[in-house]
Nanobody, 126 residues
Framework: QVQLVESGGGLVQAGGSLRLSCAAS????????IGWFRQAPGKEREFVAA????????YSADSGKGRFTISRDNAKDTVYLQMTSLKPEDTAVYYC???????????????????WGQGTQVTVSS
């Protein structure tokens, strides 16, 4: 069993930056692929970014390309989502998730992941 905890969310003005962290307890994250997803009120949960267990492959949604960067530090057992040039439409609860797949297409799907965190709120004011 893996327990995931997200942190780093908050209120930021448009154009600002935040770095979200995803840490684990119970088992190491280093063997899992990690995805970041977000869910805005009244909308479905959507893919943001993902990174394979090795850190060698990363994937990003078009909405975040050039602004969001996913990375991992397996020594610290933490995965990060660096978000820059934030927009009001980035406002959502952000979740990290852990799973075994390394297939690019499957890493973008919520059903791929076995473990989810409780989420961290990101609010971007205009």
């Amino acid at each position: 069993q893996v327990q995931l905890v997200e942190s780093g969310g908050g209120l930021v003005q448009a154009g600002g930056s935040l770095r979200l962290s995803c840490a684990a307890s119970g088992r190491t994250l280093s063997r899992y692929s990690i995805g970041w997803f977000r869910q805005a009120p009244g909308k479905e949960r959507e893919f943001v970014a993902a990174i394979a267990w090795s850190g060698g492959s990363t994937y990003s949604a078009d909405s975040g390309k050039g602004r969001f960067t996913i990375s991992r530090d397996n020594a610290k057992d933490t995965v990060y989502l660096q978000m820059t040039s934030l927009k009001p439409e980035d406002t959502a609860v952000y979740y990290c998730a852990a799973g075994w797949t390394t297939t690019a297409q499957r890493m973008k799907l919520t059903g791929t992941y076995d473990y989810w965190g409780q989420g961290t709120q990101v609010t971007v004011s205009s």
